[in-house]
């Protein structure tokens, strides 16, 4: 309970600090353009809105993106990720790899006499998602945020992906 309140402390004064510099230049435009209707008074009033909204809990504390890391039972095997080679791994050398949470990851190992290995990451939903209820009853946060934007709503099941190829001497 006390990990929870402290995540949820930390999320809402990240959060506000950012909503803080967005309200700041919204307000100096009102102040500026108030003379002119009400109308659009309250247009300011729900873009302001609408952006407080934009952001959400899973994306701020755990960003768009998450870092795992890549071994291989041979030494120097090329490590593939999504057809893109991002590094080389062996089995005392592990290979940090940042990949996005949206879209689809897998993980390839290839070295010359040896077939192929291949992970793909498996994602389960991250638990910090349901701190947009508390916000805004999740409507934004978690649905057009989190799911739709930038899929924060999912982190990888492992930390550590082991590829084992098969070579032949």
């Known amino acids: 309970l006390i990990l929870l309140m402290s995540i949820f402390i930390s999320c809402i004064a990240r959060y506000m600090q950012t909503v803080k510099v967005i309200i700041a230049g919204y307000l100096k435009q009102m102040a500026l353009n108030y003379g002119k209707s009400v109308l659009s008074f309250f247009k300011c009033i ?25 071994l291989s039972n041979i030494s120097d095997t090329d490590i593939y990720a999504n057809n893109v080679l991002v590094g080389k791994a062996g089995p005392d050398s592990a290979l940090e790899v940042t990949i996005p949470k949206k879209g689809r990851v897998e993980f390839v190992g290839k070295k010359t006499n040896c077939d192929d290995a291949e992970k793909v990451v498996r994602r389960s939903i991250d638990p910090t998602t349901f701190l947009g209820l508390l916000i805004d009853g999740g409507l934004i946060s978690i649905l057009f945020v989190d799911i739709i934007g930038t899929n924060a709503f999912v982190r990888a099941d492992q930390r550590s992906y082991f590829l084992e190829l098969n070579c032949s001497m």
């Open 46 to 70: 729900l873009v302001i809105i609408f952006l407080i909204n934009l952001i959400s809990c899973a994306t701020i504390i755990n960003g768009s993106t998450e870092k795992v890391e890549v």
